[in-house]
């Protein structure tokens, strides 16, 4: 199959939407990473979006709609937060999880009672999903285990041949996947960190909670017990109290013939002037929308990212700490 990338434009707009509706699946930018899409309701096409990404069967799919989209035709609402959250934080990195009422087929939640939610807000991906109007279920456009992309030659580097159709978004502003909260109970638990923080929702809601991810769990998301996000390189991670730590490691690879890579934010650079450096950048929002890159980056140009842990896991810096542990930890 040939994989075609295609601006956002009317046209390729109607030839996913066209795609989508007779079952056939296609990467999709969000502002957040690229996600491989699929419609809800068609339970071959969620089968395949499993099977062309290698994806283990028990985890879950999350289902974007538009702006306009009454949600309540795939969820009950329980809570009266979940309308506040809604009101402020979509369309946007967002994500909530409620009692699903079966229009999203099995396949997509995996047997669950429960369904995932997004709006993204994406200005090309709004098009598409008002276009096809129905709801579309997207994991990130990766294949399983790899790193999420951000751009459309990232979803091509791995998905190509296996998908029609890229739509071309330009780089996605957000970086990291969508926050994951579960909006049943009475207190909203984050399943996934991400750009809508632990301290925006407390502020709307009054509380918000972290759910704790222990091994032996029966977890909730449970997308987050497989290893995901991992360079096709060799990683390792440092504090920042271990610079120097970090700086002897890089001399040593080089010594023993490998191309090594320092990954940390702008505020320590300096301290490995003259190094192989793959620069993050300054605030927590650019740090984020470079992580993913960055990584997709080092594996290309390095044998081994060295990477250096963020200051606190404070705001967005959880979303980002969760990745960059799992990536190189
Ligand atoms: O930003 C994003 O969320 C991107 C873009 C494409 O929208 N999508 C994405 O999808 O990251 P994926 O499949 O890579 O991650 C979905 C996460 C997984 O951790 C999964 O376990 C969780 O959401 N999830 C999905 N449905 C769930 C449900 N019903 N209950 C709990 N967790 C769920
Ligand atoms: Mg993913």
Redesign the pocket.
């Known amino acids: 199959m040939i994989t075609e990338i295609e601006k956002i434009t009317d046209e390729s707009v109607k030839k996913a939407a066209e795609i989508l509706r007779n079952g056939g699946i296609i990467g999709m930018p969000?502002e957040?990473?690229?996600?491989l899409a699929a419609a809800g309701t068609i339970p071959s096409a969620v089968k395949e979006v499993f099977v062309v990404k290698g994806r283990p069967n028990d985890?879950?799919?999350?289902a974007?709609v538009h702006k306009n989209y009454d949600i309540e035709k795939l969820v009950e609402v329980e809570r009266d937060y979940v309308y506040k959250l809604k009101k402020l934080f979509t369309p946007g990195?967002l994500?909530m999880?409620m009692k699903s009422r079966g229009v999203v087929c099995d396949e997509a939640?995996c047997g669950?009672d429960?369904?995932?939610i997004?709006i993204?807000s994406h200005e090309g991906c709004q098009k598409l999903l008002r276009e096809v109007d129905l709801p579309i279920v997207?994991?990130?456009?990766n294949l399983s285990k790899h790193t999420?992309p951000v751009t459309a030659e990232h979803v091509f580097n791995d998905l190509n041949g296996k998908i029609p159709l890229i739509l071309d978004g330009g780089k996605c502003t957000g970086g990291i996947?969508?926050t994951?909260l579960?909006v049943t109970g009475e207190v909203p638990r984050i399943?996934?960190a991400?750009l809508i923080t632990k301290e925006m929702i407390e502020n709307v809601v009054g509380a918000c909670v972290v759910a704790e991810h222990k091994a032996g769990d029966k977890v909730?998301?449970?997308?987050?017990k497989y290893t995901h996000y991992k360079p096709r390189c060799d990683t390792c991670l440092y504090k920042e109290n271990e610079l120097e730590k970090a700086a002897l490691r890089y001399e040593e690879e080089k010594t023993s013939g490998k191309t090594p890579y320092i990954m940390c934010r702008n505020a320590v650079a300096k301290y490995f002037n003259g190094k192989n450096l793959l620069n993050l950048g300054d605030t927590e929002e650019e740090i984020a929308a470079s992580l993913y890159a960055a990584l997709l980056e080092g594996e290309k140009k390095a044998d081994i990212i060295i990477a250096i842990d963020m200051p606190s896991e404070k705001g967005i810096y959880l979303g980002i700490t969760n990745r960059l542990r799992k990536s190189c930890g």
């Open positions: 969000t957040t990473v690229y996600g985890n879950p799919l999350i974007h990195p994500t999880v939640t669950g429960t369904l995932a997004r993204p997207a994991p990130s456009a999420s996947e969508s994951v579960d399943l996934r991400g909730k998301s449970p997308g987050v």
